[in-house]
């Protein structure tokens, strides 16, 4: 759905640029950040409401404490600049960037955030590492983005794009959307509900 969205957007005019082919994003270092944003904005509510808390919540506010550390943080801190320089590199005479969304369309309500990636039987790993690496750089660097819809699963699941720009550059996202929206409507596509009839 990505690939036939952009194929779409390449015959309305739009141009491939080559990407840089030694983009290594570090990762873990933006994970240490996001944990330390969690935990500092979160984390005093655990002790009186963690039992009400959603399970995932509980354990991304909870999980690898001894990552936690002064040092690592400050490592994050320095890794931080790099991954926000490795995102510049991917505007090298380029507008906006092009990813899916997620690896998968939605998974089962039953799939837990510390599992794994499970799909036709195969197990690809940490679901953060194998569904959702697309997003994580983004968090760290600070560069906008956005999804928008590109089609449905053959399930009937909606498939996401996301769309990275420069910073400071949300109005030419936007405007990215509206054309993939113009090329590819998608405001009357509803999943079906279970038991329900497709909305339109």
């Known amino acids: 759905a990505v690939g036939e969205t952009v194929e779409r957007l390449l015959s309305a005019g739009a141009e491939r640029v080559a990407m840089p082919d030694d983009i290594v ?14 935990h500092a904005r ?10 009400r808390m959603d399970r995932t919540a509980r354990l991304g506010l909870t999980m690898q404490p001894e990552a936690q550390t002064y040092t690592r943080l400050a490592h ?4 931080r600049s790099e991954i926000y320089r490795q995102v510049e590199r991917l505007f090298d005479g380029a507008d ?18 510390d599992g794994p990636l499970v799909v036709g039987g195969i197990d690809h790993g940490p679901l953060r590492d194998a569904w959702y690496p697309y997003t994580i750089p983004y968090n760290a660097s600070g560069h906008p983005a956005l999804s928008v819809p590109c089609g449905m699963s053959p399930d009937g699941l909606p498939v996401g ?19 993939i ?11 079906a509900l279970s038991g329900k009839e497709q909305h339109s």
């Open 181 to 191: 929206e113009a090329l590819k409507p998608w405001a009357a596509s509803w999943p």
């Open 42 to 51: 979160f984390g005093s509510l655990l002790e009186a409401h963690g039992e």
């Open 76 to 79: 994050a801190q320095r890794a």
């Open 25 to 38: 994003f570090d990762t873990p270092s933006a994970l240490v950040l996001m944990r330390a944003y969690q």
């Open 96 to 113: 906006v960037f092009i990813t899916p969304t997620v690896a998968t369309p939605a998974l089962p309500i039953g799939q837990q955030s």
């Open 161 to 179: 794009l996301q769309i990275v720009g420069r910073w400071h550059s949300e109005a030419r996202l936007l405007a990215v959307a509206a054309a």
